[in-house]
């Protein structure tokens, strides 16, 4: 998440953004966003023909400022136009501009983060395998700091009760079809929901292809694969009490693509920040 004074923008133009015309990029991404999370149709290209007109910017000016925008919305835990993949080196006055943005219209930060047809689904998405954020980026700025820490992506999703639901329920599908996949329909049959007998800290009991026990926490957003999530205390004690069988499955992107990975996470509970995961590379399977 590098930062620096618009230099995407002057590389290609010579000119640098000002304060209201990043807001009506932003704006108009957010409406864009809008259409696709509700399934309504739109044109990009003629959001761009707009833009152009009364920014005065060229094209790849405005492709390169949305996809800092997509940066930025992810580290918030808010899904992303795919045509623009995030770009890391933003700067801190677009930061600026997606808090105005957003602060302004908080009903469409909810739907965005808990899309009203993704909570309105009578069975839960299909999970495909996915994997974690490669992007290196350097550390971020205070300012942008401040921004996740308002918006608080992991709190969110944490409180999200009907998002986690949903999460759990499509995990547990995912587990018992990757067991009957590999020849352990005995095992399949096993996976379940936590009882109240089970360690405190997980949501699903699985397990591997030779039959050690998981411990698995879901983690789901519907954000991208490189928004933060937190660790419960219950769920920071389990992984400390049992790290060889306690798994988290962070889902994301659950209201579109919705994909999942494994991580092995290693946080101090005393630390108030957003989760760092690591991918688990050796997990048996």
């Known amino acids: 998440m590098g930062h620096r004074p618009r230099v995407g923008d ?29 399934g309504r149709a739109y044109d990009p290209a003629n959001h761009q023909r707009a833009l152009r007109f009364v920014t005065n910017r060229s094209g790849g000016a405005i492709t390169f400022l ?46 965005l983060a ?25 550390a971020p700025s205070a300012r942008t700091e401040q921004l996740v820490a308002k918006f608080d992506p992991a709190a969110r999703d944490l409180d999200a009760r009907m998002l986690a639901r949903i999460g759990v329920a499509a995990a547990l599908v995912y587990e018992q079809g990757r067991l009957e996949q590999r020849g352990r329909q005995d095992l399949a049959q096993q996976v379940r929901l936590v009882l109240p007998t089970d360690p405190e800290g997980c949501d699903l009991v699985s397990f591997s292809r030779t039959g050690a026990q998981r411990l ?26 049992q790290p060889g069988a306690f798994i ?3 889902l994301y992107d659950v209201a579109r693509e919705a994909r999942v990975f494994r991580v092995r996470a290693h946080v101090s509970a005393a630390q108030d920040q957003a989760l760092i995961s690591q991918p688990s590379a050796t997990l048996p399977e």
């Open 248 to 250: 988290v499955y962070r």
């Open 10 to 38: 002057s590389a290609i133009n010579g000119k640098t953004w000002n304060e209201a015309e990043q807001d009506m990029v932003v704006g108009d991404y957010l409406v864009m966003l809008d259409k696709v999370m509700t």
């Open 114 to 138: 808990q899309p009203p047809a993704l909570l309105g689904r009578s069975v839960a998405p299909i999970l495909a395998e996915g994997a974690p954020s490669r992007a290196h980026h350097a």
């Open 66 to 111: 949305q996809g800092e925008i997509s940066a930025v919305l992810t580290l918030i835990g808010l899904p992303i136009l795919k045509d623009h993949p995030p770009r890391w080196d933003f700067g801190d006055g677009l930061v600026d501009s997606v808090d105005r943005c957003l602060t302004a219209k908080p009903a469409a930060l909810k739907d």
């Open 216 to 241: 698995i926490a879901v983690k789901t957003t519907t954000g991208g694969p490189a928004t933060p999530f937190r660790l419960t205390p219950a769920e920071e004690a389990l992984r400390e009490a």
